[in-house]
């Protein structure tokens, strides 16, 4: 079993846009690997289960991506491009 967490400390308006991101891929669980979001004080917790390394890495980066992909949107938000 592979498992770690993920914390995102960020004002809440952008911990929402982080769990809006994510949120629609927590519910696509496999029986080898998943995640579950926790909204906490200051930021967002992100649990991640895998049976094996396969699974971990596949879903660690799919992750990664999501989280870049909001990251770069906040960035062009604030400073326009």
């Known amino acids: ?3 770690s967490q993920i914390e995102i400390k960020a004002p809440k308006e952008e911990v929402e846009s982080y769990f ?7 519910g696509f669980k496999t029986e080898r690997a998943g995640y579950k979001l926790k ?3 200051g930021g967002l917790l992100i649990e991640i289960k895998a049976e094996d390394a396969n699974a971990f ?14 990251e770069k ?5 604030k400073h326009g491009r």
Request: aromatic residues 4%; charged residues 30%.
């Open 1 to 3: 079993m592979f498992s």
């Open 39 to 41: 909204k906490a004080k």
């Open 57 to 70: 890495r596949a879903v660690t980066n799919t992750i990664a991506g999501l989280i870049s992909i909001v």
């Open 20 to 26: 809006k991101a994510l949120e629609p891929e927590e």
């Open 73 to 77: 949107t906040i960035k062009e938000a």
